[in-house]
C-alpha cells in the first residue's frame, strides 16, 4: 500500500492544509496540481512582459517552505506541476530551499521537460477541437501550445531516485498516477490498472472538492467546520483498490456523494475520459462507504489509449474591460436600468469599439440571464456591472472611465467603488488540438545548485 | 403525486472545458434515479436553460451510479477565458437545475432530502 495525498487543486489554494497533511498524514506522496487551462499562455505573457519572472508557481516558495521540512523529515516524495513554463528552474529553487533552509544539500529533484509545442504548434497540429477550423483560423497571436504529456515520464523520474518531481503541463491526474505506477511497476499497458489510477488521480486532482469543498448547500449539504477543509488521502493497494480519508481534526466530510460530485467534475462521456495515459471509464466504479470519513473506490477500468495527446493553443484576443457600481432602497431597480441606458448612450457618444459588451444588474438576472425565473420581483439592492471585450487596451480603458464618469453625471444615489488601477486585464483565449504522442519528447533533469 | 423540486432528489455540480459546461446530476438515493431519467431527459434540460445553454445538450446516463451527466455546448459565454460572464466558469450553473420540478410517486417521499 502507498499513501498520496493532495497538496493543491490550483495555484490559489490555500496551503496550510498541505503543511498539515504534510506533517501528520504519514505520507510516501505529496502531490501538487497548479495549473489552469490558461495558466501556460498568462506565463508566457508575464515571462515578456517582466523578464525576472521565473516562469514557475508564484507560490512555489510559500508552498515548498510549508511543505519541505515535514516531507524531508518523513520520507515523503513530491510531484508537482509547479514548473509552469520552466520546470528546471523551479527544479533548482525548490534544491536551492531544500539545501539553505532544510539542511538537505542531498535531496533529489528533477524536473521533466517536454511538453512546449509553442514554436512548432502549426507543423504538428492541424484542426482545432473546438470549431473544426484549421489551426490557420487563428488570426491573433499565438502566445503558447503545449501539450498534455502522461505519467510515464514522471514514474521514469521517480524510478531513477528523484525525491521530488516537478513538471510542466501534464494531465492532472499524471501527477498521482505516476507514483502508482513507480510503485506497482504497472505496465504501461494495463489499462484497467491505469483507469482505476487515473480516476485516483481524477478524485484527488482538485484537493478538497472530494472533502467537502465546493459542496456546502444549508439544509441540504451540510458539512462540519467548513472554514477547515482537510486535503483528501488516498491509500491506493497494488490492485489499485483505494481507500480515500483525510486526517481526523480536520472539517469537512468524505461520503459517497462528494466522491460522487468529484468523480464526474469536468467530464463529458463518462466511460471515455481521454488522458495521455488511457482512456477512464468511470461507469464501472464501485464506491462503499467504510466508515464516517472514508470510502473505498475500486473497479474505475480503463481501454488503451488513444496515442494522441490534448494540446492547448494560448491567444491573444484583446482585453476586457470590467467595473460596477450600485443602487439601495426604494426604485433601485429602476435607478440600475436607467443607468444602463446611459452607459448604453455614453458607450456610443464615445465611439467604443467593443468585441462584445454586457451591461447587467445584479441582484436580478446577471448570472443565470434567460432562464432566471420571475425577473418582475423587485430587489431591494441591485449592482450595475458592466464588461466589454475589445480588441485594444484604449477601447477597453473606456469602461471604467465611463462608469467614472457615473460618479457625479450619474443619477441620484450612486453607489461607487474608489477607482483602483485601470480596472482592465489581458483575454487570452485558449482553444485545443490534438498531437501524435510520437511528436513529443519528455526528458528528465536532475538539477545541481 | 407532488410536484417536487429536483433539489430533494439529487445534487448536482458544474465543471468548465472551453465553452461547454458539464453538469452531473446525482440522485440523493438510488431509488429516486428512475423518476429524475425519466423526467429530466436532455430536451427538457435544453428548455430549462434556453438561452444560457445556446448549443446541443447530450446526456449521458449512468444508473449504477446514479448519475445523469448532461454536457452542455456553449453554456460559457464564448470560453472560460474570453466570457464576459461574471461566473467565467459557469460554476453557478449547476444551482440553475435545482428548481426544475418532477412527479414524485408518493411511495418515494422518504427517500427525499430535506422535504416536508
Redo the contacts between chains.
Keep these: 500500500m502507498i499513501r498520496l495525498a493532495s497538496g493543491s487543486a490550483w495555484w490559489g489554494d490555500r496551503i496550510s492544509p498541505a503543511a498539515q497533511v504534510a506533517e501528520h498524514g504519514n505520507l510516501d506522496y505529496l502531490c501538487f496540481e497548479t495549473m489552469a ?2 495558466t501556460v499562455s498568462a506565463a508566457q505573457v508575464k515571462k515578456r512582459r517582466e523578464p525576472d519572472f521565473p516562469g514557475y508557481d508564484t507560490w512555489l516558495d510559500d508552498r515548498m517552505h510549508a511543505v519541505l521540512p515535514h516531507c524531508i523529515q518523513n520520507g515523503t516524495r513530491i510531484v508537482s506541476n509547479q514548473g509552469w513554463i520552466d520546470p528546471v528552474a523551479a527544479a533548482r529553487r525548490i534544491k536551492e530551499i531544500a539545501a539553505t533552509h532544510y539542511d538537505a544539500p542531498e535531496l533529489k529533484v528533477a524536473a521533466v521537460t517536454g511538453s512546449d509545442l509553442t514554436s512548432r504548434i502549426s507543423d504538428v497540429a492541424d484542426t482545432i477541437l ?1 470549431t473544426g477550423k484549421p489551426l490557420t483560423s487563428l488570426t491573433d497571436e499565438i502566445v503558447s501550445a503545449e501539450a498534455y504529456l502522461g505519467a510515464m515520464p514522471i514514474a521514469a523520474a521517480l524510478d531513477q531516485g528523484a525525491d521530488v518531481v516537478v513538471t510542466g503541463r501534464v494531465t492532472d491526474p499524471a501527477i498521482f498516477l505516476a507514483p502508482m505506477i513507480h510503485e506497482f511497476r504497472w505496465s504501461p499497458d494495463d489499462w484497467n490498472l491505469l483507469g482505476q489510477g487515473t480516476g485516483i488521480g481524477h478524485l484527488l486532482e482538485c484537493g478538497a472538492q472530494v472533502t467537502g469543498g ?1 459542496y456546502p ?1 444549508p ?3 451540510d458539512v462540519p467546520d467548513p472554514w477547515n477543509l482537510g486535503f483528501p488521502i488516498a491509500d491506493v493497494e497494488a490492485n489499485g483498490d483505494c481507500i480515500l480519508h483525510k486526517l481526523p481534526d480536520t472539517g469537512g466530510v468524505i461520503d459517497r ?1 462528494t466522491v ?12 471515455n475520459y481521454l488522458t495521455a495515459d488511457v482512456v477512464v471509464d ?2 464501472t ?1 464501485d ?1 462503499t462507504e467504510l466508515a464516517k470519513n472514508r470510502v473505498q473506490v475500486r473497479n474505475i477500468s480503463g481501454k488503451p489509449r488513444t496515442g494522441k495527446l490534448k494540446v492547448s493553443i494560448g491567444v491573444a ?1 484583446g482585453f ?1 474591460g ?1 467595473d460596477m457600481f450600485f443602487y439601495a432602497g426604494p426604485g433601485a431597480k429602476d435607478r440600475g436600468e436607467l443607468a444602463k441606458q446611459i452607459l448604453n448612450e455614453r458607450f456610443r457618444i464615445v465611439d467604443l469599439c467593443a468585441q ?3 451591461i447587467e444588474l ?1 441582484g436580478v438576472n ?6 432566471t ?1 420571475d425577473t418582475s420581483a423587485v430587489p431591494y439592492e441591485v449592482g450595475v ?1 458592466v ?3 475589445t480588441n485594444t487596451r484604449t477601447e477597453a480603458l473606456k469602461v471604467g472611465r465611463e462608469v467614472d464618469g457615473m460618479a457625479v453625471s450619474g443619477i441620484a444615489h450612486t453607489g461607487k467603488r474608489v477607482p483602483f488601477g485601470e480596472r482592465v486585464r489581458e ?6 488540438t490534438l498531437v501524435d504522442e510520437s511528436e513529443l519528447t519528455p526528458e528528465i533533469h536532475f538539477v545541481q545548485i | 403525486m407532488p410536484d417536487v423540486e429536483l ?1 430533494h432528489l439529487a ?1 448536482t ?1 458544474s ?6 459546461s ?1 453538469i ?1 446530476v ?1 440522485a ?1 438515493h438510488e431509488d429516486l434515479f428512475d423518476v429524475i431519467e425519466a423526467s429530466l431527459t436532455a430536451t427538457a434540460f435544453a428548455g ?5 445553454v445556446t448549443g446541443k445538450v ?1 446526456r ?1 446516463e ?1 444508473p ?4 445523469l ?1 448532461f ?1 452542455a455546448e456553449g453554456a460559457l459565454g ?5 466570457s ?4 467565467q466558469y459557469g ?3 449547476a444551482a ?1 437545475i435545482l ?1 426544475f420540478k418532477i412527479h414524485v410517486p408518493e411511495t418515494l417521499i422518504d427517500k427525499l ?2 422535504y416536508s
Design positions: 487551462e490558461s473546438e465546493y448547500d439544509g441540504f449539504k456523494h460522487l460530485e468529484q468523480m464526474f467534475y469536468e467530464v463529458h462521456d463518462p466511460a468511470f461507469t466504479a464506491i484576443e476586457i470590467e462584445e459588451l454586457r445584479l446577471a448570472l443565470h440571464g434567460a432562464m425565473p456591472r464588461a466589454a471585450r483575454v487570452i483565449g485558449v482553444w485545443s | 433539489r445534487h455540480r465543471g468548465d472545458k472551453g465553452n461547454t458539464n452531473a446525482i440523493w430549462h436553460y434556453d438561452g444560457v447530450t449521458y449512468v449504477r451510479l446514479g448519475v451527466n454536457v464564448g470560453g472560460v477565458s474570453r464576459l460572464s461574471l461566473d460554476k453557478t450553473l440553475g428548481n432530502r430535506n
